[in-house]
């Protein structure tokens, strides 16, 4: 099968040809080049930013959490922003705290300007690029293109005098600890760029840009569903908050992995909240061969919807499919279920390569908020409006309150 998205050709201005765009052989180097970016030991050193922005994040939700209600969603999409901007640029971007950055504002018009345009597939690229909506994506492409290259540029210089400063002063592996503790993607993939020969400049910016779309969207959906299905479920909610205080006794927020692993309930909370509203609701595949589904032959030249979605609520694999209950992750209660019931990293060679990562940077973010408040939502499943753009989200946001615990 070959992977497609409907989406792929809207999103090539601004990814390029990087690990979600690309096919075949170039993807197949970069994927395993990248792979081990991503392994835990690195993700460990990322657990500072992940607290430090939380530090940020409780900040500004105090100053919300006086019985008014509120959206939710803008904080939270800020707070994944500034994450993933630091842990895949090394570059903060501040997008709590300041009222205004180029960059974050191109990021946020992009992302609605391909939305725009989902929804309108009869204007082709010859049209859009006359039309003020196609002039304004430009401006915005060039000022994030320009922002990714400009921080390469610098750390690219910073990692070239690491190098021979590490060599000239025969530095102890404190200092080397320390030097990979404030390493980002982009550093990593420059130390195994290998000086252009395997990954030059543009290979790194369109890598580094494909995180930026895929890592921050994806987890603000997950978070803010997440906040929504707990503030219907106060009981549940309990338990978490519970476990919770339990791991950090007096801290505000997690600061190590470990500690995250023994949240084990609420693990499962975020992974049945993925299961009800997966952030990415489908994928599409073109087949290059004939493929047989049971009754169903489909031919080659077929494009095929694969329905996350649909699987993760159908009542063959999930009692009462609606339901939010987290028990369902216990491994007793699903060691039996088909390992492809469960998909909200899709599956298999091109599965999300950022799933750990999407983990712990939730898993940090709601522990932090669940601990400091009591969450009651304004909605309900039956009354919020779901819609599926480039990702699941609530149309109207998450509106709800918090009370200081
Ligand atoms: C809850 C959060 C996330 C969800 C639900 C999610 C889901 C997915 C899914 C379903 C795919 C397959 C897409 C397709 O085949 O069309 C995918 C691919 C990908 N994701 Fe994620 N993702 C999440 C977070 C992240 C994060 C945080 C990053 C990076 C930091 C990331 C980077 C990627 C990349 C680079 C690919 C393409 C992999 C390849 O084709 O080799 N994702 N993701």
């Given at each position: 099968?070959v992977?497609i998205?409907?989406l ?9 040809l ?10 197949f ?10 392994h835990?030991k690195?993700l ?5 930013i ?5 530090e940020t994040?409780?900040s500004i939700l105090?100053n ?16 994944a922003?500034?994450?993933i901007c630091e ?11 300041s ?10 018009a992009i992302?609605e300007?391909?939305?725009?345009r ?7 690229d ?12 430009q401006k915005?492409?060039?000022v994030?293109h320009?922002f990714?290259?400009k ?7 910073r990692v070239?005098?690491?190098?021979s400063?590490t ?5 102890t592996e404190?200092?080397?600890l320390?030097r ?9 993939l ?10 030059n400049?543009q290979?790194i910016?369109?890598?580094v840009?494909?995180f ?9 959906a ?8 707990l ?6 909610q309990?338990k ?17 992995i470990?500690?995250l692993?023994?949240?084990?309930y ?11 509203y997966?952030?990415v ?7 290059e061969?004939?493929?047989?589904i049971?009754?169903y032959?489909?031919p ?11 699987t ?5 694999y999930?009692?009462?499919p ?18 492809y019931?469960y998909?909200?990293?899709?599956a298999?060679p091109?599965?999300c390569i ?5 983990m712990?940077?939730?898993k940090t ?15 309900t499943p039956?009354?919020?409006t779901v819609?599926?753009?480039l ?6 946001g998450?509106?709800l ?5």
């Amino acid at each position: 099968m070959v992977r497609i998205r409907p989406l792929d050709d809207r999103l090539k201005p601004w990814l390029g040809l990087g690990l979600l765009t690309s096919t075949g052989p170039r993807w197949f180097q970069h994927r395993k080049l990248i792979t081990p970016t991503f392994h835990f030991k690195i993700l460990e050193h990322f657990m500072d930013i992940f607290v430090n922005k939380c530090e940020t994040l409780i900040s500004i939700l105090d100053n919300k959490a006086n019985g008014k209600s509120f959206d939710i969603y803008p904080d939270i999409t800020h707070c994944a922003l500034d994450i993933i901007c630091e842990t895949a640029m090394g570059t903060p971007v501040n997008a709590m705290s300041s009222k205004q950055n180029h960059y974050v504002e191109s990021i946020y018009a992009i992302s609605e300007i391909i939305t725009w345009r989902f929804f309108r597939p009869y204007i082709t690229d010859f049209v859009f690029q006359f039309i003020p909506k196609g002039h304004e994506f430009q401006k915005h492409l060039n000022v994030v293109h320009d922002f990714t290259r400009k921080v390469i540029a610098e750390r690219k210089k910073r990692v070239t005098d690491n190098q021979s400063n590490t060599h000239k002063n025969n530095n102890t592996e404190d200092d080397l600890l320390g030097r990979k503790k404030r390493m980002s993607f982009l550093d990593l993939l420059l130390e195994s760029s290998d000086n252009g020969q395997v990954l030059n400049d543009q290979d790194i910016a369109e890598e580094v840009d494909t995180f930026m779309f895929e890592g921050h969207d994806t987890t603000t959906a997950g978070m803010c569903w997440t906040l929504f299905l707990l503030g219907n479920h106060p009981d549940i909610q309990q338990k978490v908050f519970e476990e919770v205080h339990q791991v950090l006794q007096s801290k505000r927020t997690p600061t190590t992995i470990s500690e995250l692993h023994e949240m084990k309930y609420l693990e499962n909370v975020i992974k049945e909240s993925l299961r009800l509203y997966p952030s990415v609701p489908f994928i599409i595949r073109d087949l290059e061969q004939e493929v047989q589904i049971g009754e169903y032959k489909i031919p080659a030249g077929v494009q095929v919807n694969l329905q996350i979605y649909g699987t993760h609520r159908s009542a063959e694999y999930y009692p009462e499919p609606d339901k939010f209950d987290p028990d369902r992750f216990l491994p007793e209660n699903s060691q039996k279920r088909h390992p492809y019931a469960y998909i909200p990293f899709s599956a298999g060679p091109r599965n999300c390569i950022g799933q750990k990562f999407a983990m712990y940077e939730e898993k940090t973010v709601l522990a932090t908020i669940v601990n400091r408040y009591k969450i009651t939502a304004m909605e309900t499943p039956e009354t919020i409006t779901v819609t599926a753009d480039l990702i699941l989200r609530p149309m109207n946001g998450v509106i709800l309150k918090l009370q200081k615990r």
